[in-house]
């Protein structure tokens, strides 16, 4: 089966402006199309001998149709104005010139794998194949089982042109497309995410910030806003290509009693209202590579208790319509199960509600084949994949103001048919009644507070004044989010440590017993000489040296150092030096501390040859123990299954090169990347491969090159691996889109030259081919890893974000570090940098102070016996950008005006008698004693405060700061101390006589005795209140 050969041609032919089809997905969906014909011809499909499917011609407006959701399935993308005629053994395709060379080279594969033939009809300009039509319809007939010939096509689409009158196979469509295979699955799980990120980490936080500083802004305004939003993942920190983005439909918002609980519904011109009992109503839905997703929420703003109630009573009725997503059961139950919900806690709810509890979703949004109503008795299977969308609609709660008499509930979730239990895709924003209730009143339990900014005064300057009340709301969230997720940290520490002291844990060879080092077992089993010589048994891995007349062995592993000294006139002195307790090298075991240890011998040998050889031989046998011990650590690996069939039939990638490299050649050699059953596979030559199973694969990137020279693709480790004589745990293959070292002549070349301007773009078609390449490798071994097999291994290629980089050194290499979702990388320079997110404990800011121009970031990880992770030099404008990415990942970090010595901050913290709650506390500059006291009531009820934390510090590393606490409290113990207290005068008195009175050592007896009595004759000198003196102020 010549799939990749086909697959490249495919790809070589299409290049410029037309679509690119993946000939690997064309071929599994005729396949999967031409089954379920046959098997179900005379039922769903209406005994049709043929299928016609006309695309309309491109449009601006957002249209979902059978005939353009079946060229997104096989294709890919939409052709236009193409009329597809499916028969038994032929599918005829009538269009333009540029879609039949794309659809050329699929004919050969086709044929061979499927046995349809491909048939391609030419359109020329202004023409509408009347002529050619005549020759397709003898074919049909000539196909067809009797000489009536039944046609099927979609009845609700009126084709636009002339075309032929058909018979409807909308059903069969719709069950065709209704289960989704993985690739599927994994663009609506992308689309999905990306909808939840936007409504959590975009709508949510504006809508808040609106009604914080109490701004106007029409529902169409932030329609817009929103839709900006959904054409650029990057702004929401989601790792997706905006070319492979579109919206489903434009955003919604609604408030202010006028309500519409449909996906066709619009935004008007109305401004957000947002008084007390108002009612706001989000949704929004993404695509991904033309698959949809959908979520919807709605917001109470200080709302009665009837329209609470009703919120709980629509929560409860959407998961109970979310539950009964189970394969085997009917599309009726979903809505059954609602109904019986708001029967039962709120009857008179009822009439209001929506007249369907959602429909299927794909490549349409609204599947109406598999629309969860009352009647729908289809049957769900695993695979399927629906919008759970229910609502009350204009429900009336007699009110004050006319915008609140009338509201409407809305909650919407994009939910996966599984196994066992459905899957919300768009769990990722809440829709709890705590996240959805609003309040103004700040002691109002079950809301969110939402704390408004006072006007401004008259007098006062208005800039300053608006900047501070736009920053108060935030530094609250900011210190309610960092008491919160402190608490939970500090648990989770507790958790590990208690953990760690019970040996739950493996700690990768933290509990190992050392084993004793043995030569030999009896004296006899040495080896016999009669002369007294230095010599090496390689067999048993020991050196006997001759001490005092006897020789006496040593294990290799006890030598530190071995080396020649002397310049041969008298001979030459061999030196050992050996590994003894109290060196860095050496195993400290406090029961052999007590002993005697050899520490170096030195023997003088007049044989120089003899000499060399010893030391030479030493050496070797090190080198060996050292690079066996290496290879003894790694971790044994599952075996390579090598994928069946021919080698064009594999997933590969030529001509790529590795790093770390092959050692032992002076020239570097390109290799070959193949993907088999569980694993890659490298070979740049017959003895040197390199095996990555994806068991082993903790994180994979994909960086493609936009500011660098290189694409690559890195996988990081769990357990190292050899890659030639090096162990690693980050592998990586990368090919160069451009050369790194350019030929620069004498004669200054014109911006304008020619030659220049062919070489830049060049250039740039190189980069554009390189980053393709990769790309389809990418997606093809994604397919792999959507495999049921591979689900617990959670694969998936992250790309690294270039806008939210920062640059740094790390490695003593300056660099430009990037984030992805689940770890900070450095991909491009030599030393790679992997820092896993979840793994981080904290994160210190270092050299964070008023007038630097840098400072650095210290990633301490959860493993205290791991080293840290430094970043350093980083410029201060990138500060800001820093925080809030740690925000959003759940990190707790710290700030230091002063670098830390941190390995022997680590070894404090890990001894068993750390207190493990408090054990970072030392880093909070805003730590005091009362502080640590009652943290945990303040973790339990966190209050904003309106004064500003600078008004309130006080310096934890202060004693005085500390008394400063307790001046006005009323002890009488408190002023006894303070009366007692000697003064700094008393103090420094005691102090110099108790110096005069030692004296040096030097002094004799009779000069410390006369000193003595100097000082029993000095009168005492005490100032009055017993306070210091006050200092005379230096100007």
Same mark, same amino acid.
């Given at each position: 089966?010549?799939?990749?050969?086909?697959?490249?041609k495919?790809?070589?032919?299409?290049?410029?402006?037309s679509?690119?089809v993946?000939?690997?997905?064309?071929?599994?969906?005729?396949?999967?199309?031409?089954?379920?014909?046959k098997?179900?011809?005379?039922?769903?499909?209406g005994?049709?001998?043929?299928?016609?499917?006309?695309t309309p011609?491109?449009?601006?407006?957002?249209?979902?149709q059978?005939?353009?959701?079946l060229?997104?399935?096989?294709?890919?993308?939409?052709?236009?104005?193409?009329?597809?005629?499916f028969?038994s053994?032929?599918?005829h395709?009538? *269009?333009?010139?540029?879609?039949?060379d794309?659809?050329q080279?699929?004919?050969?594969?086709v044929?061979?794998v499927?046995?349809?033939?491909?048939v391609?009809?030419?359109?020329?300009k202004?023409?509408y194949?009347?002529?050619?039509?005549?020759?397709?319809i003898?074919?049909?007939?000539?196909?067809?089982?009797?000489n009536?010939?039944?046609v099927?096509?979609?009845?609700r689409e009126?084709?636009?042109?002339k075309?032929?009158e058909?018979s409807?196979v909308?059903?069969?469509?719709?069950?065709?497309?209704?289960?989704k295979?993985v690739t599927?699955i994994m663009?609506v799980?992308?689309a999905?995410?990306?909808s939840?990120?936007?409504m959590?980490?975009?709508v949510?936080p504006k809508?808040?910030?609106?009604?914080v500083d109490?701004?106007?802004i029409?529902?169409?305004?932030?329609?817009?806003l929103?839709?900006?939003?959904?054409?650029?993942?990057?702004?929401?920190?989601?790792q997706?290509?905006?070319?492979?983005?579109?919206?489903?439909?434009? =955003?919604?918002f609604q408030s202010g /009693?006028?309500?519409?609980?449909?996906?066709?519904a619009?935004?008007?011109?109305?401004?957000l209202?947002y008084?007390s009992?108002?009612?706001?109503?989000?949704?929004?839905g993404?695509?991904y590579s033309?698959?949809?997703?959908?979520?919807?929420?709605?917001f109470?703003?200080?709302?009665?208790?009837?329209?609470?109630?009703?919120?709980?009573?629509?929560?409860?009725?959407?998961?109970?319509?979310?539950?009964?997503?189970?394969p085997g059961s009917?599309a009726s139950?979903s809505?059954?199960?609602?109904?019986?919900v708001i029967?039962?806690?709120?009857?008179?709810l009822?009439?209001?509600?929506?007249?369907?509890a /959602?429909?299927g979703?794909g490549?349409e949004?609204?599947?109406?084949w598999l629309s969860?109503n009352?009647?729908?008795?289809?049957?769900?299977?695993?695979?399927?994949?629906?919008n759970?969308?229910?609502?009350?609609?204009?429900?009336?709660?007699k009110?004050?103001?006319?915008?609140t008499?009338?509201?409407?509930?809305?909650?919407a979730?994009?939910?996966?048919?599984?196994?066992?239990?459905?899957?919300?895709?768009?769990?990722?924003?809440?829709?709890?009644?705590?996240d959805?209730?609003?309040s103004?009143?700040?002691e109002?339990?079950?809301?969110r507070?939402?704390?408004?900014?006072?006007?401004?005064d008259?007098?006062?300057?208005a800039k300053?004044?608006?900047?501070?009340?736009?920053?108060?709301?935030?530094?609250e969230?900011?210190r309610?989010?960092?008491?919160r997720?402190?608490?939970?940290?500090?648990n989770?520490?507790?958790m590990?440590?208690?953990?760690?002291?019970?040996?739950?844990?493996?700690?990768?060879?933290r509990? %190992?017993?050392?084993?004793?080092?043995v030569?030999?077992?009896?004296?006899?089993d040495m080896?016999?000489?009669?002369?007294?010589?230095?010599?090496?048994?390689r067999q048993?891995?020991?050196?006997?040296?001759?001490?005092?007349?006897?020789t006496?062995?040593?294990?290799?592993?006890?030598?530190?150092?071995?080396?020649?000294?002397?310049?041969?006139?008298?001979?030459?002195?061999?030196?050992?030096?050996f590994?003894?307790?109290?060196?860095?090298?050496?195993?400290?075991?406090?029961?052999l501390?007590?002993?005697?240890?050899?520490?170096?011998?030195?023997?003088?040998?007049?044989d120089?040859?003899?000499?060399?050889?010893?030391?030479?031989?030493?050496?070797?046998?090190?080198?060996?123990?050292?690079?066996?011990?290496?290879?003894a650590?790694?971790?044994?690996?599952?075996?390579?299954?090598?994928?069946?069939?021919?080698?064009?039939?594999?997933?590969?990638? =030529?001509?790529?090169?590795?790093?770390?490299?092959f050692?032992?050649?002076?020239?570097?050699?390109?290799g070959?990347?193949?993907?088999?059953?569980n694993?890659?596979?490298?070979s740049?030559?017959?003895?040197?491969?390199?095996?990555?199973?994806?068991?082993?694969?903790?994180h994979?990137?994909?960086?493609?090159?936009e500011?660098?020279?290189?694409?690559?693709?890195h996988f990081h480790?769990?357990?190292?691996?050899?890659?030639?004589?090096?162990k690693?745990?980050?592998?990586q293959?990368?090919?160069?889109?451009?050369d790194?070292?350019?030929?620069?002549g004498?004669?200054?070349?014109?911006a304008?030259?020619?030659?220049e301007?062919?070489?830049?773009?060049?250039?740039?078609?190189?980069k554009?081919?390189?980053?393709?390449?990769f790309?389809?490798?990418v997606k093809?071994?994604?397919?792999?890893?959507?495999q049921?097999?591979?689900?617990?291994?959670?694969?998936?290629f992250? *790309?690294?974000s270039?806008?939210?980089?920062f640059?740094?050194?790390?490695?003593?290499?300056?660099c430009f570090?990037?984030?992805?979702p689940?770890?900070l990388?450095?991909?491009?320079?030599?030393a790679?940098?992997?820092?896993?997110?979840?793994?981080?404990?904290i994160v210190?800011?270092?050299?964070?102070?008023?007038?630097?121009k840098?400072?650095?970031?210290?990633f301490?990880f959860?493993?205290?016996?791991q080293?840290?992770v430094?970043?350093e030099?980083i410029?201060?404008?990138?500060?800001d950008n820093i925080?809030?990415w740690?925000?959003?990942?759940?990190?707790?970090?710290?700030?230091?005006?002063?670098?830390?010595?941190?390995?022997?901050?680590?070894?404090t913290l890990?001894q068993?008698?750390c207190?493990?709650n408090?054990?970072w506390?030392?880093l909070?500059?805003?730590a005091s004693d009362?502080?640590?006291?009652?943290s945990?009531?303040?973790?339990?009820k966190?209050?904003?405060?309106?004064?500003d934390?600078?008004e309130?510090?006080?310096d934890s590393?202060s004693d005085?700061?500390?008394l400063? *606490?307790?001046?006005?409290d009323?002890?009488?113990?408190?002023?006894?101390?303070?009366?007692?207290?000697?003064?700094?005068?008393?103090?420094?008195?005691?102090?110099?006589?108790?110096?005069?009175?030692?004296?040096?050592?030097?002094d004799?007896?009779d000069?410390r005795?006369?000193? %003595?009595e100097?000082?029993?004759?000095r009168?005492?000198?005490?100032?009055?209140?017993g306070?210091? %003196?006050?200092?005379?102020?230096?100007?």
């Open positions: 089966m010549a799939i990749i050969e086909a697959l490249d495919t790809s070589a032919s299409a290049t410029g402006s679509p690119v993946s000939l690997e997905n064309f071929i599994k969906c005729l396949k999967k199309f031409y089954r379920h014909w098997e179900d011809k005379t039922g769903i499909w005994s049709v001998g043929a299928i016609a499917v006309a011609p491109r449009s601006e407006d957002i249209r979902y059978k005939s353009l959701a060229s997104m399935w096989c294709f890919g993308h939409h052709f236009p104005e193409t009329i597809m005629i028969l053994k032929q599918i395709f009538l *269009c333009r010139q540029k879609d039949c794309v659809l080279p699929l004919k050969i594969p044929s061979k499927v046995g349809v033939d491909i391609l009809h030419i359109l020329k202004a023409d194949g009347s002529a050619l039509m005549d020759g397709i003898h074919d049909v007939s000539a196909q067809s089982e009797s009536h010939v039944v099927g096509h979609f009845a009126k084709p636009e042109g075309v032929l058909l409807d909308s059903s069969g469509i719709s069950e065709l497309l209704a289960v295979d599927e663009y799980k992308k999905a995410y990306f939840a990120s936007v959590r980490k975009y949510v809508v808040e910030k609106i009604i109490e701004r106007k029409a529902h169409s305004k932030l329609m817009v929103t839709e900006k939003i959904l054409l650029s993942p990057i702004n929401v920190g989601v997706l290509k905006a070319e492979n983005v579109d919206i489903c439909y434009p =955003p919604i /009693g006028k309500y519409d609980l449909r996906p066709a619009f935004s008007n011109d109305d401004d209202f008084d009992g108002s009612l706001i109503i989000c949704a929004l993404a695509k033309g698959y949809c997703s959908n979520v919807a929420r709605t109470l703003i200080d709302c009665t208790e009837e329209k609470c109630n009703a919120y709980k009573v629509l929560l409860q009725a959407h998961d109970a319509a979310i539950a009964t997503l189970t009917k139950s809505y059954q199960a609602a109904v019986d029967r039962d806690k709120a009857p008179d009822l009439p209001f509600l929506t007249k369907t /959602g429909t979703i490549l949004f609204r599947e109406t969860l009352e009647k729908n008795e289809r049957t769900l299977k695993e695979g399927m994949i629906f759970v969308s229910l609502g009350f609609q204009n429900i009336i709660d009110t004050n103001n006319d915008k008499n009338e509201f409407s509930l809305w909650l979730d994009t939910v996966l048919v599984c196994k066992k239990k459905p899957h919300v895709l768009t769990a990722f924003v809440s829709k709890a009644d705590g959805a209730f609003y103004f009143d700040e109002k339990t079950g809301s507070y939402v704390k408004s900014a006072p006007k401004a008259v007098m006062a300057p300053p004044v608006q900047k501070v009340e736009l920053m108060l709301p935030l530094r969230n900011l309610s989010h960092s008491i997720f402190l608490k939970k940290k500090t989770e520490t507790a590990r440590s208690d953990a760690v002291d019970h040996k739950l844990l493996d700690g990768h060879g509990y %190992r017993a050392i084993d004793k080092l030569a030999y077992k009896n004296a006899s080896p016999g000489s009669n002369q007294l010589e230095i010599q090496v048994d048993n891995e020991a050196i006997l040296l001759p001490i005092y007349g006897v006496v062995p040593f294990h290799v592993c006890t030598v530190k150092k071995a080396e020649i000294r002397g310049d041969g006139k008298r001979g030459v002195y061999i030196s050992i030096t590994n003894v307790p109290g060196t860095a090298s050496s195993v400290q075991d406090p029961c501390q007590n002993l005697i240890f050899l520490k170096a011998v030195t023997f003088l040998s007049k120089r040859g003899h000499a060399e050889e010893v030391i030479k031989s030493l050496k070797t046998l090190q080198r060996g123990l050292t690079e066996r011990a290496r290879r650590s790694l971790v044994s690996q599952e075996r390579l299954e090598l994928c069946d069939g021919m080698k064009r039939d594999m997933i590969q990638f =030529p001509d790529l090169w590795i790093r770390p490299s050692a032992g050649r002076g020239r570097k050699v390109p070959t990347l193949v993907a088999h059953v694993g890659f596979q490298y740049a030559s017959k003895s040197e491969k390199v095996d990555i199973m994806f068991s082993n694969i903790k994979a990137f994909f960086q493609p090159a500011t660098d020279m290189i694409t690559l693709l480790l769990y357990n190292e691996i050899m890659v030639g004589n090096k690693t745990r980050d592998v293959f990368y090919n160069e889109v451009m790194a070292v350019d030929s620069v004498l004669k200054r070349r014109s304008w030259d020619p030659d301007i062919e070489e830049e773009q060049h250039e740039r078609a190189r554009k081919e390189i980053n393709r390449q790309e389809l490798f093809r071994v994604g397919s792999i890893w959507c049921p097999r591979f689900d617990q291994l959670g694969l998936q992250e *790309c690294p270039q806008k939210l980089g640059s740094g050194v790390h490695g003593r290499t300056t570090i990037v984030p992805t689940s770890c990388v450095q991909l491009v320079e030599s790679f940098l992997v820092s896993s997110l979840r793994e981080v404990e210190c800011l270092e050299r964070v102070a008023l007038g630097q840098s400072f650095d970031m210290v301490v959860q493993d205290l016996k080293d840290v430094r970043i030099v410029p201060m404008t990138s500060l925080k809030d740690l925000n959003d990942s759940n990190i707790k970090y710290y700030e230091s005006k002063l670098n830390l010595n941190w390995r022997k901050v680590l070894k890990d068993p008698d207190d493990k408090d054990r506390e030392f909070n500059p805003d009362s502080d640590s006291e009652n945990e009531a303040e973790d339990e966190y209050e904003p405060s309106d004064v934390d600078s309130s510090v006080v590393g005085d700061g500390i400063a *606490c307790s001046d006005d009323d002890d009488d113990d408190d002023d006894d101390d303070d009366d007692s207290a000697e003064s700094w005068d008393e103090m420094e008195r005691k102090a110099m006589d108790a110096d005069m009175e030692m004296g040096s050592e030097s004799g007896e000069e005795q006369r000193r %003595r100097k000082v029993k004759r009168p005492i000198l005490q100032q009055s209140k306070v210091p %003196r006050k200092r005379q102020r230096v100007n």
